[in-house]
C-alpha cells in the first residue's frame, strides 16, 4: 500500500515541484543519517562532466576547476529540508547575491550554509561531499564519501545502447552509436565516415556527429545526404578532417578518440506545431526510487546555440500548455525515465538525474525522443528549484525563464562594479543567481568575457525558440531604458558591454 501511495504522489503529480524535493530531502538525509553522516559539503568538479579534450580550457583561460562554483549554492539549496551543510567557493558571495540566497533559505525555512573558502581537500569525519557530477575522482579523493561515481552513464553511446537494452529504443533519436576501441585514430576516422555514409545513404536524412560525452560541445559534425551521395575524394577529405577535429583539443592540441553518436537532425523549435526541445530532472534515491522533481522548454538559437530555460510548475496544466507540453505526455516520459533509472540503480548509481528530450508540441502526438543524459540536474538547478518558488522569488508564481548574459571589459572588473551591477537587475525583478562565475572570466584578444546567470518571470509563452528570444530582446532592450546611465549597456539578447 505504500509503494503504490508513494507511485500516486510522486508520478502522477499530486505533489507539487517544491513538495516532491521536500520528500526527497528528507529521505536522503535520513539516509545519511544512518550511514553515520552528520554534515553535507557541496564541493564543484565540472572537469569531471567535460570531456578531457575541453578540461585544458580550465586552466588556460584562469579558470580553476570549480569555475562553476555559483551552481553549488544551488544544488546545496536543492533538496529540502537541510541538516548541517557548507558549500566550497573560490571567493566569497556578492553582498547583493548574498542577499538574496539569504533571502530564499529564508523563506525556504531552511538554515543558510556555511561557505567555506578555497582548498577543503583535507578528509573530515561524519562528513558526506556532495559532487556538481558523481566522479570515479572525486569518489576516491573522499575515500568513497560521496555519490557513487557517473562515468559509465555520462556518455551518450552508452546510454543509448541501454535504452536499446531494455527496449526503448523507440525513445531514442534515431541514429547509431559507434564505439573506439584503441584503434589507430585514423582508421577510427575512416570507420566512423564509413558508417555515417552507410547511413545516410539508407535513410536520406541530415545526420548529426557528436562526441559521446554528455557535456561535449565542442565540434559537431553536419552531413547532409548529398555529401555522401557521390564519390568525391576532396568532399570525403574534408569531413574526415573534420571528425579527426572532434578529437583535438583547441586548447593543448592533444588527441582524445572517443565513442560518437550519429543522430538524425531533429528540425524543432520553428513553428507552433513543430518540435520543442525539453528537460526533465529527477533524483534516483538510495532506494533506488526515481522520483521526479521538474520540468523545462530549452531555448537554442538556429545554430543549436543555448539561449536559456523555461521552467514551470509540473502540476499546473496552464504552465506545461505555455512550454508546448501536456500532463499526459509529461506522465509519459516519467514512465520511460523510471524504467532507465532502474536499470542504472542495479550498476551502483544513486543521485540526481536528467534527460532532455525532443517532441512534437501537438498536444495528440505522444512522441517524444531522448537526445541527453545527465547524472545531475541538467542545466542549473537553482532554476529548476525556482519554478517551485517564483512566489517567494518574484511575488506571483509564474513560469521563470533562466537566461545568461555576457559581458565584456577591456580591464579588470572589480568586485565593487559587479555587486553595483547585480544590485542594478535586482531592482528591475533579473535575479543574479551565479555571479561568482563573473570571477573566472575566458580570456579574448579584445578582453575578457564574464558571465552572469539570471532568473526572471517569464509571461509569454514558448511555443517558438524565436518567439522566446524575441521576449528575451525585449528584456534586455527595457534593461538599457531602466537602468541607470553608467558603464553598462547591453548590446544584444545574450551579450553585454562594460565601456570602460
Not at 102 to 121: A, F, H
Not at 164 to 183: H, K, M, W
Not at 294 to 314: A, K
Not at 334 to 363: E, V
Request: hydrophobic share 35%.
Amino acid at each position: 500500500m505504500e509503494a503504490r501511495r508513494r507511485e500516486d504522489e510522486t508520478y502522477l503529480l499530486h505533489q507539487t515541484d517544491r513538495e516532491r524535493r521536500q520528500m526527497v530531502g528528507q529521505e536522503f538525509f535520513d539516509w545519511l543519517k544512518k550511514a553515520g553522516y552528520d554534515q553535507v559539503v557541496y564541493q564543484g568538479n565540472i572537469e569531471d562532466a567535460l570531456p578531457e579534450a575541453v578540461r585544458p580550457a580550465l586552466t588556460a583561460h584562469g579558470a580553476p576547476p570549480s569555475a562553476y562554483q555559483g551552481r553549488m549554492i544551488g544544488i546545496s539549496t536543492a533538496l529540502i529540508p537541510q541538516f548541517p551543510r557548507g558549500v566550497i567557493l573560490d571567493e566569497p558571495l556578492l553582498p547583493a547575491e548574498q542577499q538574496f540566497w539569504q533571502e530564499l533559505w529564508k523563506n525556504l525555512g531552511i538554515p543558510s550554509p556555511t561557505i567555506i573558502i578555497g582548498d577543503y581537500s583535507q578528509q573530515q569525519p561524519g562528513v558526506f561531499y556532495y559532487p556538481f557530477i558523481g566522479s570515479n575522482n572525486f569518489y576516491e579523493t573522499h575515500k568513497g564519501n560521496s555519490l557513487p561515481p557517473a562515468e559509465k552513464f555520462n556518455n551518450k553511446a552508452r546510454m543509448r545502447k541501454l535504452l536499446r537494452e531494455i527496449s526503448l529504443s523507440g525513445n531514442i533519436v534515431p541514429g547509431i552509436e559507434i564505439f573506439y576501441q584503441g584503434q589507430e585514430l585514423s582508421d577510427y576516422v575512416d570507420l566512423i565516415y564509413q558508417e555515417v555514409a552507410k547511413y545516410s545513404r539508407e535513410s536520406d536524412k541530415r545526420l548529426l556527429i557528436k562526441l559521446g560525452n554528455t557535456a561535449s560541445g565542442l565540434l559537431n559534425v553536419r552531413v547532409n545526404p548529398d555529401m555522401v551521395a557521390v564519390n568525391d575524394l576532396e568532399l570525403q577529405l574534408r569531413i574526415k578532417e573534420q571528425i579527426y577535429a572532434m578529437f583535438q583539443s583547441p586548447y593543448d592540441g592533444e588527441l582524445y578518440p572517443g565513442d560518437v553518436v550519429v543522430e538524425e537532425v531533429i528540425d524543432f523549435g520553428q513553428q507552433e506545431d513543430g518540435w520543442g526541445d525539453f528537460s526533465l530532472r529527477g533524483f534516483i534515491l538510495p532506494s533506488g526510487e526515481l522520483v521526479f522533481f521538474s520540468v523545462g522548454r530549452v531555448i537554442s538559437d538556429q545554430n543549436g546555440q543555448y539561449l536559456g530555460m523555461v521552467m514551470v510548475e509540473s502540476t499546473s496544466e496552464e504552465q506545461l500548455t505555455q512550454i508546448g507540453l501536456t500532463k499526459e505526455k509529461l506522465l509519459s516520459v516519467i514512465d520511460t525515465s523510471r524504467r532507465i533509472s532502474q536499470k542504472m540503480y542495479q550498476f551502483g548509481y544513486f543521485g540526481p538525474y536528467s534527460i532532455d528530450f525532443f517532441s512534437p508540441q501537438d498536444p495528440t502526438n505522444q512522441t517524444f525522443l531522448i537526445h541527453d543524459y545527465n547524472m545531475r540536474e541538467g542545466g542549473t538547478t537553482i532554476s529548476g528549484l525556482a519554478s517551485s518558488v517564483s512566489g517567494m522569488i518574484f511575488g506571483e508564481m509564474t513560469a521563470v525563464l533562466d537566461i545568461e548574459l555576457k559581458l565584456k571589459s577591456k580591464g579588470g572588473l572589480l568586485n565593487k562594479a559587479l555587486n553595483q551591477l547585480v544590485a542594478q537587475l535586482q531592482a528591475t525583478r533579473m535575479f543574479p543567481y551565479a555571479t561568482t562565475f563573473l570571477n573566472y572570466p575566458q580570456q579574448e584578444k579584445t578582453g575578457k568575457i564574464y558571465t552572469v546567470k539570471l532568473l526572471l518571470p517569464y509571461q509569454g509563452t514558448a511555443l517558438t525558440d524565436d518567439e522566446v528570444a524575441d521576449y528575451i530582446k525585449r528584456v534586455v532592450d527595457g534593461l538599457n531604458c531602466r537602468l541607470p546611465e553608467s558603464s553598462i549597456s547591453f548590446r544584444s539578447p545574450l551579450q553585454a558591454s562594460l565601456q570602460k
